[in-house]
């Protein structure tokens, strides 16, 4: 079977053949003009990844490595069915909805003692133990519970046969960003996140980016994170950036698609249009990328270190943050375990 295209290149491809989605040049300059103004600011580092999740444990010890795994395992799919019926968690006091549920349940259970970082214990616990570690607060129970153990306990497995942690399985891909992506990639099927456009194999490997993303953040903080080739990530196409896309104009959907997502249809994973909106934000910020590294190269006569990672690092809290004046934009909604 022919090998996928790589994300970059399967953005491209579906950018340069999508009937629904399309990138916009004028949103694209306004994006890099944007990010060139806050091209100082600690918000376009690696470092502000500790900031953007304050539950993640310290960046110090190996359980940090092992806490991204397992949450980035499980990454995928917390849009309610209605907006008043959120799973919801509290830890410390904060109420938290969506992704950070998860994270907030990952570190409450650290806290009573569950050893829920261990490959030991996380390859082979139960579906009532891990309902019990991500229980809600209301009657509203974290989706696809089933899907998440499953993956978690599949995860652990292959840590087990990789000496037995994060950090033994992904040093054998060296310090190499693209090796570490095709080594989750071919060891861990929950994480082959592909699909087939006009008669093209193509991929997304949103998490298995995340996974090496967050590793990279947690290496940087401790001042190890001389990983190579992290410009050859791309953003990670979910359902929260799209729309901070369109909503500043660098990608447009067109009527009938703007129409039956405002209409609340569910697109299947792999339906023509899930492609196109995640193939054609992949393809917006390398274009916002390429873009913001001419303009600091052409009025600040320097190079820009600024990759499709720390963009996606920006987007997404900014989208979480300014939800409100977005909410005329539908996000799409896709159940899978790919993001």
């Known amino acids: 079977m022919e090998k996928p295209l790589l994300p970059r290149e399967s953005g491209r491809f ?154 033994s399985f992904i040093s054998q891909a060296g310090n190499d960003a693209q090796k570490m992506v095709a080594l989750i990639v071919e060891k861990i099927p929950s994480y082959r996140d592909e699909a087939t456009y006009e008669g093209k194999r193509i991929s997304f490997y949103k998490r298995a980016q995340i996974l090496v993303a967050d590793y990279w953040g947690i290496m940087a903080a401790r001042g190890q994170g001389d990983i190579i080739n992290m410009d050859w990530l791309t953003m990670f196409a979910d359902y929260r950036v799209p729309q901070a896309l369109v909503y500043s104009g660098a990608l447009r959907y067109s009527d009938t698609l703007m129409q039956a997502l405002k209409n609340g249809e569910l697109l299947s994973s792999g339906d023509r249009r899930e492609v196109e909106i995640r193939g054609c934000s992949i393809w917006c910020v390398e274009l916002i990328k390429d873009r913001l590294h001419k303009l600091v190269q052409e009025r600040d006569g320097q190079p820009c270190s600024v990759n499709s990672v720390i963009i996606d690092f920006y987007l997404w809290p900014y989208a979480k943050q300014h939800h409100k004046e977005m909410a005329h934009i539908p996000i799409h909604h896709t159940r899978c375990i790919y993001y």
């Not at 690696?46 to 444990?57: C, E, M």
């Not at 980035?72 to 992704?99: A, I, L, R």
């Not at 139960?126 to 599949?154: A, F, I, Y």
Request: aromatic share 10%; net charge negative.
């Open 14 to 167: 579906i950018a340069e053949r999508s009937r629904d989605v399309f990138v916009e040049d004028e949103g694209v300059q306004k994006v890099a003009e944007m990010l060139y103004g806050l091209r100082h600011s600690d918000e376009l580092t690696a470092s502000g990844w500790k900031k953007a999740n304050p539950l993640a444990p310290a960046p110090t010890s190996d359980q940090a490595l092992n806490w991204v795994f397992v949450v980035d395992t499980m990454n995928f799919s917390f849009w309610p069915e209605e907006e008043t019926q959120q799973c919801e968690v509290t830890y410390k006091g904060t109420t938290y909805t969506g992704y950070m549920t998860l994270c907030a349940a990952i570190t409450r259970a650290m806290e009573e003692g569950v050893p829920i970082t261990d490959p030991k214990y996380f390859s082979q616990m139960s579906m009532e133990e891990l309902g019990c570690v991500l229980r809600s607060d209301n009657e509203t129970p974290m989706p696809m519970l089933r899907e998440r153990h499953q993956v978690l306990t599949e995860g652990g497995r292959v840590l087990l046969e990789h000496g037995g942690s994060f950090r």
